[in-house]
């Protein structure tokens, strides 16, 4: 690490490269799972996707986690495509961790289901009867948690799942991390956790690396708290800890 | 107005073509909470859990999730390690199969020759291709041929053919199996076994360690290379070993490990059973069969190689001896053997034969009854803590019905 601090509740620290970062995110969600499984016998847990996920998953399967114990869901997943296809978030967490730790139950967010109306119902549910104790998330170039981008965000959602349209910046992002061949194959629509759902989870850990989310961590840090930027919310969550690189923090000041 | 509206509608109603999608819907008893429920299956997939009215009443049979067998080495005469093995047998096998409530196995090829495993992989591959039977076999396990040579911990496997690890003669074996080898069992402690496990687990098969003599160090290092499993504990064991330093207690310790057991009432005695599933518990123990080629078949005498074997109606023996050649029992007769050795819910015993296993090979679409999940579904009765099957329906479809 080389340095970290706290601005209102959140929790920051910056660390020399991905792969220092991805170990420490993974340490700290194992310490509360574990401690979870300790208390309550399990433990319900929250997964994020994209290119920035990446180090975090490779070190978090390495841990010493009972998987057994552990109920995973995810946080969105695009509208209308396959879990087979390149850019399904079921398939990046089947391939990148959950076929290698076999968790005890995985809920998939199922973006092509026939009525997606009941499928989102369904996930509601599923997550109220599973209170989470660790959502790992990100945060997008234009400062989205989970797909709540700035348009859309709504810090009083009463719903805790819905259907989005996704802005140009997100979809030019998902664009550029080379999930999809042109712009025009970037879905228009997902289904994603709204933020009153992502801010009930008890402890939040968020990884963001690269100095493409420079401007997005600094407005996180420190623009006002509103849905223009909608990680500012985080800093009002009691229990979360931020895990930035150098490249990622290039634009905080000193 | 109100009722001409109504009329309009109804008439609209009986124009539109009723659509062509076959939903069937099952009455039953969940093998979860013993409560009635009514599952619907649509185009092979779950469509709905659901309560039924409270007045009807339904048939007085259980429905469960189909069950998964990652531990078979061959069926109603068919030996998925012998040399006359066809795409013809292995469709065979798996009918029958159907008939004892196994939707989903992994065939199971021993120590032989290596040209016979390569030939076999391969037969198995083509047969996966199958359109009619193929989705129920989504991989296959290899035991062998990288186990203990020592006499006792090889059980049957013959000296000749065991071998020290090699990846590259297994990713040989692999290519052959068009990467279909989801599941190999190794013993940790011989030469070499250690690295070829990570290299397995990197590559993502799953390593379970079997008929082996490792000790508490060699099996702790093959779980931080990534072994998951221990197989058929008990059992590819020599029968006289130290007390205190054997391969069994390590494995019963260590919560990284699964196990499975061939509770078919002969293989392990009722004290052992219930040992390990108290040690192990549900989450961490999983039913395999390791069935013979000639379980299915009628009870008689039958000549396999050199040697005259005896299908009894439970087991196969070696009649000179008398001593036991293999197992002959489907995993349903082993649901019922653990109801009854071990007095367990029958939740946890259909969680030991499908859910464990479908939750350690990621098969996500089986081994729970929900929504949006393959229809691989069993209808059975319990009579005398045997599990009786009624109907088994694979992919939406019904492919047996008792008589
Ligand atoms: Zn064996």
């Keep these: 690490m080389t340095k970290s601090f706290t601005i209102d509740q959140l929790q920051a620290a910056v660390y020399g490269d991905p792969n220092e970062m991805g170990e420490a995110a993974a340490d700290f969600v194992k310490s509360k799972l574990n401690g979870a499984i300790q208390q309550k016998g399990e433990a319900n847990l929250i997964l994020a996707t994209g290119a920035s996920q990446f180090s975090f998953l490779k070190a978090l399967q390495r841990k010493a986690i009972d998987w057994k114990k552990i109920t995973v869901f995810h946080l969105d997943e695009y509208k209308g495509i396959s879990d087979q296809h390149p850019a399904s978030f079921r398939k990046y967490l089947k391939e990148r961790i959950l076929d290698s730790v076999a968790p005890k139950k995985i809920y998939f967010l199922n973006g092509d289901a026939p009525d997606l109306e009941k499928e989102m119902d369904n996930y509601s549910k599923a997550l109220q009867q599973h209170p989470i104790d660790v959502a790992c998330i990100g945060i997008g170039e234009n400062g989205h948690i989970a797909f709540n981008d700035p348009p859309v965000a709504d810090f009083n959602d009463p719903k805790w799942v819905k259907l989005v349209s996704l802005d140009e910046d997100c979809r030019n992002q998902q664009l550029g991390e080379g999930w999809f061949p042109t712009l025009d194959d970037v879905p228009k629509q997902a289904l994603t956790l709204t933020i009153p759902a992502i801010m009930g989870c008890k402890t939040i850990s968020c990884v963001v690396p690269d100095e493409r989310k420079a401007e997005a961590v600094y407005n996180t840090l420190n623009e006002e708290i509103s849905t223009k930027c909608p990680a500012t919310v985080l800093r009002t969550h ?3 800890s931020l895990f930035l690189d150098t490249n990622s923090a290039s634009k905080i000041a000193d | 107005m109100k009722f001409l509206t109504l009329c309009f509608i109804f008439i609209l109603a009986l124009m539109i073509p009723i659509e062509s999608v076959d939903t069937i819907t099952l009455h039953g008893i969940s093998y979860l909470d013993e409560n009635p429920v009514l599952v619907s299956l649509e185009n092979g997939k779950i469509s709905a859990v659901e309560q039924p009215n409270q007045n009807t009443d339904g048939p007085d049979v259980y429905i469960a999730p189909g069950l998964i067998d990652v531990q078979i080495n061959g069926y109603v005469g068919v030996d998925f390690s012998g040399p006359d093995l066809t795409v013809e047998g292995v469709i065979k096998a798996t009918k029958a199969l159907w008939k004892a409530g196994v939707t989903t196995y992994f065939p199971t090829i021993i120590t032989s ?5 390569k030939k076999n992989f391969a037969i198995l591959a083509e047969a996966r291709k199958n359109p009619e039977i193929g989705r129920s076999i989504p991989g296959f396990h290899l035991e062998g041929p990288y186990i203990s040579p020592l006499a006792g911990f090889r059980g049957a496997h013959l000296e000749k053919y065991i071998r020290k690890p090699n990846w590259k003669e297994f990713q040989e074996l692999q290519e052959a199996a068009e990467n279909g080898i989801k599941l190999i069992t190794v013993a940790p402690e011989i030469d070499g076994a250690i690295p070829f496990i990570r290299k397995c687990v990197e590559s993502g098969v799953v390593v379970s360690l079997g008929h082996h003599n490792g000790s508490a160090e060699q099996i702790q290092l093959a779980v931080d290379a990534g072994a998951k499993m221990g197989t058929h504990l008990g059992n590819g064991c020599a029968n006289e070993i130290n007390r205190h330093h054997n391969p069994i207690w390590p494995q019963l310790s260590n919560d990284a490990i699964t196990v499975s057991i061939i509770a078919d009432g002969f ?23 390791d069935a013979l080629d000639l379980a299915g078949l009628p009870p008689g005498e039958y000549v396999r190689g050199e040697r005259k074997l005896v299908l009894t109606p439970d087991v196969v023996k070696l009649p000179k001896e008398n001593v036991l050649a293999g197992a002959a029992s489907p995993i349903s007769k082993c649901v019922g053997v653990m109801l009854d050795y071990t007095g367990c819910s029958l939740k946890n015993a259909i969680q030991m034969a499908s859910t464990n296993p479908a939750r350690l090979f990621s098969l996500y679409g089986l081994g729970e009854i929900e929504v949006g ?21 694979v992919d939406g479809k019904l492919v047996y019905k008792q008589d």
Aim: aromatic share 8%; no cysteine; net charge negative.
């Design chain 1, 238 to 240: 009691p229990n979360t």
């Design chain 2, 113 to 117: 020759d290596l040209d016979r495993i």
């Design chain 2, 267 to 289: 293989h392990l005695t009722q004290e052992e059973v219930r040992t390990f599933y108290k040690a192990k518990g549900v989450e961490n123990t999983i039913l395999v069969s």
């Design chain 2, 373 to 393: 999940k393959q229809a691989d579904l069993i209808l059975f009765s319990i009579e005398d803590n045997q599990v009786v099957i009624k109907q088994t329906y």
